[in-house]
């Protein structure tokens, strides 16, 4: 080793097939004092290569996480994972050591700085290369080639492990071979090292020769999400299910804070949630993004308060209409256009004094809208009032004719229809156009925080056809009224 180069000979015989004699011997004369001579004949000579060898800084260990409060911690590695919840960190690199070498490449790691294969807390040869490349552009099986590495560290590893390598997708498969199994601690800095070791001349006789990339560190950050801390103060799972258990029926699983949300914000909102004391219920800790925030206590004032509101779900905020395929067009287009009616004339009645009148745009295809609302709690008894609003737009016959309907709820993929009074027999429920209805059920529940409503026509081409009904309907605003208990 020569400071920070070392050069390497590699000597090697090859035969020349030459019409002229080659010089007998070539002398070689060493710095330490030594000669080598080589014997040349008609067909052959000596070829002497120096190989020159710096680090390789190849694939920039240039790894960052985003975190709260817009911090970026730098871990100065190829990829970062999590499994389990710890940490998993990947190294992956190239060396510039000649073939003629045939070295051993691996990884020394340690706590401490100052790596060598005599002073590191672990040595890991990078034993096989059978990876997988995915771009863009599809993948593409690749063994990679012999100045190529990489080495996983971390207490838990899977298959396959990817990595992010110039903008492609590296997937190693054979894991094992190439894992450091240590476990890596928060707020802990690890030190790491490549390396390359083969066998060379020196001083006449053949002797280990290790080549050592740039030592390397890397912290572990003490992130807020990490010990379930958070911005702003949220409830922890462990407030979740108490307040699920003192106030929800046992058949209704814990709702989510993602869930619960929009309703705490809107009782903060309140003057009774603005004056609600909650620091005894919050811990504060600091973390490398910021300040930690923990709400370990939900309030009972809050249940009383999003259990006793009405809610109204104005008919304007649609949240979606089912879509089909136009032949016409070739395209995907919505089955209804709406059209948002205001300032209703009080003579009609209708509740709000807006309402929002869908008409279908492929005439034979019966279609649904539905609505959307997070504010409904679960396990509370309402009472629930649809409104359907006349026709005030167009006076001709067709879009006076009356249409029928159901209306069911919407929770994952269950759908379930809820029963209105004076539906017929076939469970429909028909809405004149001359006049406003309202439809009132009682004992209305939902099993999940939020609701969805689909409303949908139910007439047939025939009934189309004879002049019966048409597929225009007319939606005014829903309320959800709580009902006191028995």
Same mark, same amino acid.
């Given at each position: ?12 015989i090859m ?13 070689? *004369? ?6 080598k ?13 120096f190989f020159?060898?710096? &680090?390789?800084?190849?694939?920039a ?37 000649p ?8 990884v ?10 005599d ?5 890991q ?17 690749i ?5 190529t *590495? ?15 390598i ?12 190439? =894992? ?5 601690e ?6 790491y090292?490549?390396?390359?070791e ?19 560190s890397?912290?572990v ?7 379930a801390?958070?911005?702003? &103060?949220? @409830? ?9 258990? @003192?106030?929800?029926?046992d ?10 949300e ?10 009774e ?19 930690g ?24 905020d ?7 395929f ?19 004339d ?14 279908p ?22 009472k ?9 737009e167009?006076e ?5 004719l009356?249409?029928?309907l ?11 229809r809820?029963?209105l009074p004076?539906e017929n027999?076939?469970?429909? =429920? ?40 048409n597929?225009?309907l ?6 959800l ?5 028995e």
């Open positions: 080793m020569m400071k920070t180069r070392t050069i390497l000979l590699i000597i090697a035969g020349c097939f030459t019409s002229a004699v080659a010089q007998d011997v070539t002398i070689l *004369h060493m710095k330490d004092g030594t000669t001579r080589y014997t040349n004949g008609a067909k052959g000579a000596t070829s002497i290569q020159d060898y710096a &680090p390789a800084k190849t694939y260990p240039d790894y960052t996480s985003k975190h709260e409060n817009d911090y970026v911690a730098d871990w100065n590695v190829n990829q970062v994972c999590r499994i389990d919840g710890e940490y998993v960190v990947g190294l992956f690199w190239e060396d510039n050591v073939s003629n070498f045939k070295a051993n490449h691996g020394l790691f340690g706590t401490t700085p100052g790596l060598t294969l002073n590191c807390q672990e040595k040869y990078a034993e096989s290369k059978y990876v997988r490349f995915k771009n863009s552009s599809g993948s593409l099986f063994v990679a080639n012999e100045h *590495h990489y080495m996983w560290i971390g207490n838990k590893i899977k298959s396959p492990m990817l990595m992010s110039d903008e492609q997708r590296f997937e190693s498969y054979d894991t094992i071979a190439n =894992f450091i199994r240590t476990p890596l928060i707020d802990h800095t690890y030190y090292r490549t390396f390359s083969g066998k060379a001349l020196v001083g006449g006789e053949e002797q280990t020769v290790v080549f050592y990339g740039e030592e390397r890397f912290r950050p003490r992130i807020m999400a990490d010990f801390y958070y911005s702003y &103060p949220r @409830a922890t799972d462990e407030a979740l299910a108490a307040f699920a258990a @003192a106030h929800l029926p058949s209704i699983a814990v709702p989510t804070w993602k869930q619960w929009p309703l705490w914000d809107l009782w903060r909102a309140t003057d949630g603005k004056n609600y004391d909650l620091s005894a219920d919050i811990t504060t800790e600091k973390f490398d993004d910021g300040t925030y923990r709400l370990n206590r939900i309030p009972d004032e809050f249940y009383t308060w999003i259990a006793n509101r009405e809610i109204v779900i104005d008919p304007f649609v949240a979606e209409i089912t879509r089909g136009d032949s016409s067009i070739k395209d995907s287009v919505n089955l209804a256009n709406p059209n948002y009616i205001e300032n209703v009080e003579k009609w009645g209708v509740p709000g004094g807006k309402y929002v009148r869908f008409e745009v492929i005439f034979t295809m019966n279609y649904s809208v539905t609505y959307r609302n997070d504010e409904v709690v679960p396990g509370v008894r309402y629930l009032q649809l409104n359907f609003a006349p026709e005030t167009d001709s016959d067709v879009a006076r009356p249409m029928k159901n209306v069911s709820t919407v929770l994952g993929n269950e759908i379930t809820i029963v004076a027999a076939k469970g429909d =429920f028909t809405v004149p156009a001359t006049e406003t209805t309202s439809v009132v059920v009682d004992n209305f529940s939902v099993k999940a925080v939020g609701l969805s409503f689909l409303i949908l026509t139910h007439v047939t081409n025939a009934e189309i056809r004879r002049g019966q009904f597929r225009i007319r939606i005014a605003e829903m309320r009224t709580p009902m006191p208990d």
